[in-house]
């Protein structure tokens, strides 16, 4: 995960600012202090997740954050004491779109579900893929919370249980950030469609092909008719995952 840079501008917090020793969700929990101001976490997480749709989660600091709120530079250090704690809103709130499948569905229909719903999420906001692995909130949780509830009593230990759901969610993160790589450089290409990216590889591809090195890629290459499906892609080989699931462990 690339270190998260320091806030440029230090601003000394509200006297009421949150205790450093507390963290952010258990603050939180705790009684909300009566209301001074129209500002919440809520429409704090929003408006930062918004900069980093459209702009670029790097543009996301707390004076920008104040600005597009319309409010004093020092007025989310109430809820928040910094750029750290904001990125847990801000994924905490992404997460909250997340719809967690039916526990009637079984686990297979579950973990697929879960999946697809996971990668959609993840590409309508691509920044998280590269904040979120190590971060705990509460709407976060309750992923793998689905995921190890889906395979809840089917005679597999925790610790099988566990490696289940990590085998489906690395092969999601896997593949999703391979699409959000590719988004970014065919951006930064200007390129919009699957011709013009492969147009504009041409010609470092077609010299690496022609070295003879490669065959198999080189008849992937030629004989590949789905190479834009990548949602096709994905299913695919998530099914495949799943299938050594079971098959594995006759589940």
Known sequence: MPARRKEETQVTP???APQANVFLWERLDRPAPAPRSALTPARIAAAAVAIADTEGLDTVTMRRLATDLGVA????YRYVSGKDELLELMVDHVYGELTLPDDAKGWREAMRTLA???RTLLLRH???ARTAVFTLTPNQLAVP???LAALDGLGLDADTMMAVYRTVDSYVQ???GYEIGLAELMREQGWSTGDET???LAPRLTWLVNTGRYPTFTRYVGEASRKDDLEGQFETGLDAVLDGIAARLGI
Do not use: F, K, Q
């Open 174 to 176: 896997g593949a999703v």
């Open 145 to 147: 919370e689905a995921g």
């Open 126 to 128: 691509p920044w998280v």
């Open 73 to 76: 530079p020092m007025a989310a």
């Open 198 to 200: 492969r147009s504009g």
């Open 116 to 118: 697809l719903r996971t």
């Open 14 to 16: 509200e006297p009421d």
